[in-house]
């Protein structure tokens, strides 16, 4: 017993011993501290934050869907989804055409879905990327592994480029958040782009007009 | 430590057997670096940018020591493992022990040019771990045996036929069909399995913040996220100078990162992880391995700054007629052959001279690394370390004595013209290596002394 104590303490001193090293190390080595420069300025977009939203958005492969209110998203749901096929979302008022009890399952359970319909936090009109965090998810897994993925996001969120972004998600607390631009891709094989990698293979933003 | 076992001139002459598959190489990382340019000079405040960021770096580097300690401290509080490896074996060790606590055999790894820098994948499979790698051209390369080519486009050396038959081998795809979409759905419902079935995944690490412990990573095809968010334990693995200080940092960085790489305005998924999922079981791993001596080269200390996008290899003239392989290092191209020396000196004394010093990389360098005068500098210290081929050194003695002796200067210069004009044989020959591969141009009748000496007259 005493020698698994011992194996035990001297193991953890390794590993401490490892840390101590680099960071002395680091200490002796790194330069006279310079200061961190400013931030401000560096943002000279002149553009209109939804028209350049929505071009980018384009651009990356994305769909943009203009609408009013709720009924044209389950419209547009019903005519362009193949009905039958696993729906899920986060949000409890489309619950008519999507599940919406599932974030306790395992991630796994999720790997049949088609369409994962969930809430933008906000958009970045300079590459068209939504932030969304753990709570909007649902699940970690759900907007990578569900083969279509639509957004809901209010036209008014949009802000022009990362600095904005970065603003306005602040100190926020989160275990996981993401910034998701367009449908999963790849150009791996001789440079052609391929839609649909392992993530979604489609992402549509239902752009939401109006108060 | 070891010499490599053929140097960049040697590989690259094999690469440049195939003249066609050059050019192709050449063409095709030149439009990567076209779609770059089209992106950059689309903000009006890119060099602003890019001055914050290397401003940003150059703090960070100052600063390494409390950075590190705020970072670890604040991911500790998030409920994350921290782990610290003085060099690629501990590395190696500390995933290996994390995946038999688990009594893990099988894994995903999603792009991370660290542990091709450890060599991990050798180390686990050598212990009897499966690892998967699951980017579409690490995949690739890793089912041809080989180690990717670029640290961003890891397949780029290969065209599709090649990449067809891999996939007729390995995954039973049609023989003979090449169709990029198809191939690449095949892949997809190939790693799927993987991601769905895998215990463990591993990622690599784009940036780190001190503030809150969290960390990013960047990827185009989803492939990071479906490892990590399905797997019960998630192992991130970074060197120590991904740090950055702030969140708000983060918007510099990813405003440059992907349009440098690829011309995109920011890649597809930029996901930050701050604490384990409930349930999972989440670690960083945080390597030196030779970054504290570069931390402390005055010269070179620059080259830390890097954040991987890869623009100074597919600007690089030399790089995209010489091909990722001839580098044999785990990162290629201009900043690799800045990094490699730091870690091996003899091994790697070739690399700062696969250059022309034109300068590219160091202007679309996204953090200002001043790559092209880290590569000359290295010159100086290889040399004056006794890493210089003693060919180069004699001809370094011939040069010296020609160019500090005018007469035998202008004389060589006669000859050599005179030479190239009416016996040809005598200088384009197989003994001659500025010949192989090349066409040289028409030499001038007269030099430049010559005819500015003629002008006066006139």
């Known amino acids: ?211 | 430590m070891s010499h490599a076992t053929q140097d960049h001139a040697t590989l690259s002459k094999q690469f440049n057997k195939d003249e066609a598959r050059v050019n192709w190489h050449d063409e095709t990382l030149w439009f990567v670096r076209q779609k770059r340019d089209k992106m950059a000079f689309s903000l009006s405040e890119w060099e602003l940018l890019r001055g914050a960021a290397s401003a940003i770096k150059d703090n960070v580097l100052s600063n390494l020591h409390d950075y590190l300690v705020e970072f670890e401290a604040k991911a500790q509080q998030n409920g994350v493992h921290v782990h610290w490896a003085a060099n690629g074996a501990e590395h190696n060790q500390i995933v290996h022990s994390i995946l038999k606590n688990h009594g893990v055999t099988q894994m995903v790894k999603s792009k991370s040019m660290l542990t091709e820098e450890c060599h991990l994948n050798e180390y686990l499979a050598k212990n009897g771990v499966e690892v998967i790698d699951t980017d579409l051209g690490e995949r690739i390369v890793q089912m041809r045996e080989e180690p990717p080519s670029h640290i961003v486009l890891p397949a780029i050396h290969l065209k599709k036929e090649d990449v067809g038959e891999t996939f007729h081998q390995h995954l039973g795809t049609e023989k003979g069909n090449k169709d990029p979409q198809y191939l690449t759905e095949a892949a997809r419902q190939h790693l799927r399995e993987k991601f769905l079935t895998r215990k463990l995944a591993l990622t690599g690490v784009n940036f780190a913040i001190a503030e809150t412990g969290e960390f990013v990573v960047c990827t185009n095809e989803g492939n990071a996220d479906m490892g990590a968010h399905l797997a019960d334990v998630h192992i991130a693995c970074m060197g120590f100078e991904k740090i950055l200080p702030k969140r708000e940092h983060l918007g510099v960085f990813l405003r440059l990162l992907a349009r440098s790489a690829t011309g995109q305005p920011i890649t597809t998924y930029s996901s930050h992880f701050k604490k384990p999922r409930e349930g999972q079981e989440m670690h960083i791993v945080i390597v030196d391995n030779g970054r504290s001596t570069q931390l402390g080269r005055a010269d070179f200390r620059n080259s830390l700054k890097c954040i991987r996008c890869a623009a100074c290899f597919n600007t690089c003239p030399v790089y995209r007629r010489s091909g990722g392989h001839s580098y044999h290092t785990a990162i290629a191209g201009p900043i690799g052959s800045i990094l490699a020396p730091n870690l091996d000196m003899a091994r790697n004394a070739d690399l700062p001279f696969a250059s022309t010093l034109c300068g590219s990389c160091s202007n679309v360098c996204p953090v200002k690394i001043d790559i092209h005068d880290q590569l000359y500098k290295w010159r100086q210290v290889l040399v004056q370390e006794g890493h210089a081929p003693l060919s180069k050194k004699l001809m370094m003695r011939g040069m010296t004595f020609t160019l500090s002796n005018p007469k035998v200067y202008r004389l060589g210069g006669k000859i050599g013209r005179w030479a190239l004009r009416n016996a040809p044989f005598m200088v384009n020959n197989g003994l001659n290596p500025w010949f192989s591969q090349r066409d040289m141009p028409e030499a001038p009748k007269e030099s430049f002394r010559e005819w500015y000496l003629k002008r006066q007259k006139e």
């Not at chain 1, 929505?54 to 492969?61: D, H």
């Not at chain 1, 974030?103 to 790997?111: A, F, G, I, M, Q």
């Not at chain 1, 009109?125 to 709570?135: P, Q, Y």
């Not at chain 1, 607390?173 to 999963?184: M, N, Q, R, T």
Request: charged content about 20%.
């Open chain 1, 1 to 211: 017993m005493k020698a698994v104590f011992y194996l035990f303490i001297n193991g953890l001193k390794i590993k401490k011993m490892s840390r101590d090293k680099i960071l002395a190390a680091i200490r002796q080595n790194q330069p006279a501290l310079k200061p961190l420069p400013s931030l401000s300025g560096l943002n000279q977009c002149t553009f209109e934050a939804k028209e350049q939203y929505k071009n980018v958005l384009k651009s990356i492969g994305g769909h943009i869907v203009e609408v009013d209110n709720e009924t044209e998203i389950v419209q547009y749901i019903r005519e362009n989804y193949t009905q039958g096929h696993r729906f899920i979302t986060t949000l409890p008022q489309f619950a008519p055409i999507a599940e919406t009890n599932w974030s306790d399952n395992d991630p796994h359970d999720l790997e049949n879905v088609e369409l994962m319909l969930m809430a933008g936090t906000f958009g970045v009109a300079e590459n068209s990327a939504i932030w969304v965090t753990e709570g909007g998810l649902g699940q970690r897994v759900a907007p990578f592994i569900c083969q279509n993925l639509a957004i809901v996001l209010n036209a008014h969120d949009i802000v022009p480029t990362m600095h904005e972004a970065y603003e306005r998600i602040g100190s926020a607390d989160y275990g996981f958040g993401v910034f998701i631009a367009g449908p999963s891709k790849t150009a791996d094989i001789e440079q052609s782009l391929v839609l649909g990698a392992h993530g979604a293979r489609t992402l549509v933003v239902f752009l939401v007009n109006g108060a």
